[in-house]
């Protein structure tokens, strides 16, 4: 009988966060008193020609923290830029490490403290089945995370997300002692970003928190053998719940200002925050049938040009958006209720006409609101596509776990198939 109990416990952890205008200049005191000497400042090139990591390395080294600056982490990190990572921390040897950007600035910093703490080669942890899932003997080093984007809301989450080109899959290594064990989200970090990364990031951040909300309840899962076998992702609970819905309430209230005017701090700092926050309830809910297919979108073709990034690629914002009115229109039945108070939260007020269609068209409508492609065309596919595009969504059981009701194969084809063109 007991392979047929059900999960009665949930787990809630929180990157502790410092949040403000200004709150990076306090970066050398927190790293100071995180008890870093000597600090691998973990960044990318674009941040770095902004002046924006060297005005951090300033701060460490006014503390009396020794720098090195590491600046050629990957947007969409990849094994070789990962391993290139492993090797300059394995060289310098930091007892602390500080990241600034995006969330793939941030996930290379937390590979890279993995290794250096407790060895082996990165493919060593990659999430089972493609990677062995060897799960880290104690805490790593100190990790203080600063985003630049609002966006991945990696500040707060224990998971590292990998780019495998020859494989053609995206992929992770998810571990709590991965998570940063302190933030400082500055709003001020956000006034250089173009307004398409705002967008993605924007719509990134609400899909964590509508999937988050829109999970499996934990309750409804098996009971776990042993603690140790909990997954990181355990479906909506109450206070999963809380993070979620204020991060969604902020989506539909500032994600459009925030990309209209890079000025408008007060949108961008709320998006700062709403990242952070959704972070934090997907980081114990999990996101499951939008992000599970957004795995393929990202990773089968490389030729979308997006306003704003220095390369043709396709932002992980709009991989990700892009199947989210199709996935929420398929999960309605599961949790109505759940659908159309997310719906609410996005558009701000009551429903003329409750229905399947609300999330989706409250969705579509943010989607216009910020300049995103409309659908799977967009970003460069075809029908032709879509049996590669279901093979690389069905792959992510740990993901799809997690959905309200459980998409079949031919499930997940019809999602795709209605996201050639959401309007
Ligand atoms: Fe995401």
Redesign the pocket.
Known sequence: MTTQALETVFTMEATPVKFGRGAAHEAGWEAARLGMRRVLLVTDAQVAALGLSENVAAQLRVAGIEVSVFDRSRVEPTLESLQEAVVFARAYGPDGFVSLGGGSSIDTAKVANLLLSHGGEVMDYVNPPIGAGRKPAGPLLPHLAIPTTP???SEATTVAVLDLPALKVKTGISHRYLRPAQAIVDPELTRSAPSAVIASAGL?VV??AAESYLSRPFGTRPKPATPDERPPYQGSNPVADVWSAQAIRFGGEFLRRAVADADDLEARGMMMLAATMAGVGFGSAG?HIP?SC?YPIAGLKHDYRAEGYPSAFIP??FS?IVTAPAAFRFTFDALPERHLQVAEWLTGGKLENPGPDSLPNALIDLMRGVGAPSGLSELGYTEQDLPALVAGAVKQQRLLAVAPKPPTEADLETILRASFENW
């Open positions: 966006g991945s809301g990134d899909c964590h996101v992000h957004a992980h914002g990700v």
